[in-house]
């Protein structure tokens, strides 16, 4: 814990149910290292209607900005007075900063998630095929990062098919070089050997429902991602592990989207090696 006086100042994290949440401990073992004088405070909110006297409250208090977490991420679009390009097209925030009495809201998730592709799997974008399971928050920040960096086929399966339709209606205009495709949860019905990459972005490891989704249709070689961590919490990793696929939990991604999100607050390089070193000194303690 960073040592704590009369000019401590306080970052944090806003959503329903922290007490799993990963993010103190990177943030506040950052802040030590660094001697940066802050503390990362989790700040629990019950219901959407109060997250606007929180924030407004937090702000006047002195606090330099907050990560907005499930399930108020969308929620907070609504009350922030200026958004980034990124987080408007996407219509979510996971990053909010307090700057000159205005709270401004940006999304970190999807370029987390593009950095540990590039940085730790090396997967190369080009010529690639992606099935993204999922249409909610996390899966519009993954999909507009992948469409972003010029990925040229991107599958949208999700349960309820409208959500999938509208984001490729509302990304489409902006991505010319990506060919989008809609489905529905019924994946035999796709050619699942096409797919290079899986990443679900479901909530299925989270609230322990089964995908029922089907490896023995893949090639060995595609890649199975799932956005939480760790990795022993995904029944959905373990049984592609299982069937020899590289597989990669969320871990990394909230290690990105951390040091984005200091960049933010702190207008300074983003301390990408000390959040995942903390990221993977915690994978020892799980
Ligand atoms: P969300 O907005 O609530 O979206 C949930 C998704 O799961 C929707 O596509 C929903 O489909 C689907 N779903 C829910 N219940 C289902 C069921 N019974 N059967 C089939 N599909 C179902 O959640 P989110 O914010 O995107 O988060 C999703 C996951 O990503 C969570 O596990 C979260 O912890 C993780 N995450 C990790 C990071 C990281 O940094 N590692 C960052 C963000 C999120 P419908 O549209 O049909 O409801």
Redesign the pocket.
């Known amino acids: 814990m960073a040592k704590i006086d009369g000019d401590t100042r306080v970052t944090g994290i806003i959503g329903k149910s922290l007490s799993h949440s990963l993010s103190p401990f990177l943030h506040n073992n950052v802040y030590k290292k660094l001697e940066k004088p802050y503390i990362y405070v989790p700040f629990p909110v019950e219901g959407a209607e109060n997250l606007k006297d929180v924030l407004k409250g937090l702000m006047n208090a002195g606090a330099l900005g907050f990560n907005v977490?499930?399930?108020y991420?969308?929620d907070v679009v609504k009350i922030i007075d200026r958004l980034s390009e990124d987080a408007q097209i996407i219509g979510a925030v996971?990053v909010i900063h307090f700057k000159n009495g205005a709270i401004k809201g940006y999304n970190t998730?999807g370029a987390?998630f593009i950095l540990n592709l590039k940085n730790d799997l090396k997967f190369e974008l080009k010529d690639k095929n992606i099935l993204i399971l999922?249409?909610?928050?996390?899966?519009?920040?993954v999909i507009y990062s992948l469409a972003k960096e010029n990925a040229s086929g991107l599958t949208i399966a999700?349960?309820?098919i409208s959500?999938a339709e509208d984001i490729s209606r509302k990304f489409s205009p902006f991505f010319k070089k990506t060919n989008f495709l809609i489905s529905g949860?019924n994946f035999p019905k796709l050619n699942l050997k096409e797919y290079d990459l899986i990443i679900n972005?479901?909530?299925?490891?989270?609230?322990n429902?089964n995908?029922n989704f089907p490896f023995h249709l893949l090639k060995k070689k595609t890649i199975v991602s799932d956005?939480?961590?760790p990795l022993k919490k995904s029944p959905f990793l373990i049984e592609a592990k299982k069937k020899g696929h590289r597989v990669v939990?969320?871990?990394l991604?909230?290690a990105y989207?951390a040091a984005l999100s200091f960049e933010i607050w702190f207008d300074t390089a983003p301390p990408f090696d000390l959040y995942k070193k903390y990221a993977l000194k915690s994978k020892k303690c799980q």
Not at 134 to 141: F, P
Not at 201 to 207: A, D, F, G, V
């Open positions: 977490t499930v399930p991420k969308e996971n998730d987390g999922g249409a909610g928050g996390s899966a519009r920040a999700n349960r309820t959500k949860l972005c479901t909530s299925s490891s989270l609230n429902y995908l956005l939480i961590y939990d969320g871990l991604m909230l989207q």
